[in-house]
Nanobody
């Protein structure tokens, strides 16, 4: 089992910066079990979408809309993933959810955080 605790988010003007962090805990919250950690977001009336993801091996993926503005990083020792968001735009407004994919016994599972609101004013 993995539980995710998010922090950060809030209200910022367009062009500003915010950072998010997400700590994993639980019996499967270890470097060997955590396959990938990342961030998704969901704006009102829209589907949840991938923002950025970091795999255990150090590979990263970004949505095209955030490339060059957002940076994901991961502290494997602390089982924590961070998202630094720069040059924020009003269209980045959404609830941001932390996500973890992990090994659970002989299968793998997915955990979600509760979400944190990011609001960018124009």
């Amino acid at each position: 089992q993995v539980q995710l605790t998010e922090s950060g988010g809030g209200l910022v003007q367009a062009g500003g910066s915010l950072s998010l962090s997400c700590a994993a805990s639980g019996s499967s919250a270890s470097y060997n079990a955590l396959i990938a950690m990342g961030w998704y977001r969901q704006a009102p009336g829209k589907q949840r979408e991938l923002v950025a993801r970091s795999t255990r091996g150090g590979n990263t993926d970004y949505a095209d809309s955030v490339k060059g503005r957002f940076t994901i990083s991961r502290d494997n020792a602390m089982n924590t993933v961070y998202l630094q968001m720069n040059s924020l735009k009003p269209e980045d407004t959404a609830v941001y959810y932390c996500n973890a994919q992990y090994y659970s016994g002989t299968t793998h599972d997915v955990a979600w955080g509760r979400g944190t609101q990011v609001t960018v004013s124009s």
